[in-house]
């Protein structure tokens, strides 16, 4: 079992930057396909970014594509969300999720992860 832990929200103002980070600690870390998701108030919790166990593959949500970048840092056992450009509708609490996902899962399924953050708000100001 693996325990995740966020870090790196705030405040931002629009067109700026932040940096999301998870902390993994538990079996290795290196097996797990890790994504982001987000959730506003009200709202249901969205598939953001996710990447597979070596970081050979990504993807995005198109309303964060070319915005937001995903990267892994196996020999850290840390991942990341790096937010550029930032706009007031990414405000949300963001979670880091990991699972093991068989092949031809549909990854941004929040339903597909098991082993979930507490969340770190992020709050753009516009």
């Known amino acids: 079992q693996v325990q995740l832990v966020e870090s790196g929200g705030g405040l931002g103002q629009a067109g700026g930057s932040l940096r999301l980070s998870c902390a993994v600690s538990g079996r290795t870390f290196s097996r797990y396909d890790m994504a982001w998701f987000r959730q506003a108030p009200g709202k249901e919790r969205d598939f953001v970014a996710a990447?597979?166990?070596?970081?050979?593959?990504?993807s995005y949500a198109d309303s964060v594509k070319g915005r937001f970048t995903i990267s892994r840092d196996n020999a850290k056992n840390t991942a990341y969300l790096q937010m550029n450009s930032l706009k007031p509708e990414d405000t949300a609490v963001y979670y880091c999720?990991?699972?093991?996902?068989?092949?031809?899962?549909?990854?941004?399924?929040?339903?597909?992860?098991?082993?979930w953050g507490q969340g770190t708000q992020v709050t753009v100001s516009s």
């Open positions: 990447t597979t166990w070596n970081g050979g593959r990504t």
């Open positions: 999720a990991a699972e093991r996902l068989p092949l031809n899962s549909d990854y941004t399924l929040p339903t597909a992860y098991h082993t």
